[in-house]
């Protein structure tokens, strides 16, 4: 598959986010960031290239109650180092979400080098409040562009 093909395909069906939790077994008071990707489709072989180009998770989509009826969904996903990598090589070819893509580059800069691979003890506060706020922004931008495409949608009598 080309990088061509892949972001095209990640601008259509991908998303790409920034995780703020706190480990249920750990003793850490501060919760860690994680970058992640996921692309859905209802073709798993495509998906099932993904994993093995890249690494990541495949699984069955979780479907709500609006999917019943309809076919079955596939999931890749992946995070941190995996996502970076994925981010990174089809970043020069995708259109929509090239700004979120962006943020979580360099958010997975701030988490890999400035503080550390997978170090958060003794986080400065500077830091947690910029991952704080490029999370927020990678989530305006993905609400804008779902924003966008159902305007468009409804415009166009929903064709």
């Known amino acids: ?8 395909l990640f601008d259509g069906e991908g998303s790409v986010g920034l995780l703020k939790y706190l480990p249920k077994k750990c003793k850490r008071k501060n ?9 859905s489709n209802q073709c798993p072989l495509v998906l099932l290239e993904l994993k093995k180009l890249y690494g990541g998770t495949f699984s069955k989509a979780v479907l709500n109650e609006s999917h019943y009826g309809k076919k079955q969904v596939w999931q ?37 080098r400035n503080l550390g691979l997978n170090n958060y003890y003794g986080k400065p506060i500077e830091m947690l409040e910029i991952l ?17 495409q159902e305007i468009m949608g409804n415009g166009n009598n929903g064709e």
């Open 1 to 8: 598959m080309s990088l061509q093909y892949l972001a095209g």
């Open 76 to 112: 890749w996903r992946a995070s941190s180092v995996i996502a970076e990598t994925f981010l990174k090589e089809i970043f020069p070819f995708v259109i929509i979400k090239h700004e979120q893509i962006k943020y979580a580059i360099i958010a997975r800069y701030f988490i890999s």
């Open 31 to 39: 919760s860690i960031h994680v970058v992640y990707v996921t692309i």
């Open 132 to 148: 704080d706020k490029i999370k927020i922004k990678i989530s305006q931008l993905n609400h804008k562009n779902w924003m966008f």
